[in-house]
């Protein structure tokens, strides 16, 4: 599984982005999904996980009511939908597959392919 993020860049506090996690191969519907980012000098932290279907997503409590993840299978690709950007959102951030669970996990553990990552920097 080839995983590629797109859709960072630089943006100003309170506005919007999209990022773009495009997956090569057929099986992408049996794949649960996640967003993770790494800031400088942070650890990689969860952002938002969804299931194979879409029906069943996952938040960090730091993300609640501005992220929104969705997916569309037809196109093999994952979204993270960021509004209300703060500069403490400025990181890099990951797309990954867990392609051995259908439910969102926020346990790293589970994901088995990682996408390159995508910089978002957030001016105040």
């Known amino acids: 599984v080839q995983l590629q993020a797109s859709g960072g860049g630089l943006e100003q506090a309170g506005g919007s982005l999209r990022l773009s996690c495009a997956a090569s191969?057929?099986?992408?519907?049996?794949?649960?999904m996640g967003w993770f980012r790494r800031a400088p000098g942070k650890e990689r932290e969860v952002v938002a996980a969804?299931?194979?279907?879409?029906?069943?997503?996952y938040y960090a409590d730091s993300v609640k009511g501005r992220f929104t993840i969705s997916r569309d299978n037809a196109k093999n690709t994952v979204y993270l939908r960021m509004n209300s950007l703060k500069p403490e959102d400025t990181a890099v951030y990951y797309c990954a597959a867990n392609t051995g669970t259908n439910y969102p996990s926020s346990d790293t553990r589970h994901y088995d392919y990682w996408g390159q990552g995508t910089q978002v920097t957030v001016s105040s």
């Open positions: 191969g057929r099986a992408f519907s049996r794949y649960a």
């Open positions: 969804i299931s194979t279907s879409g029906g069943g997503t």
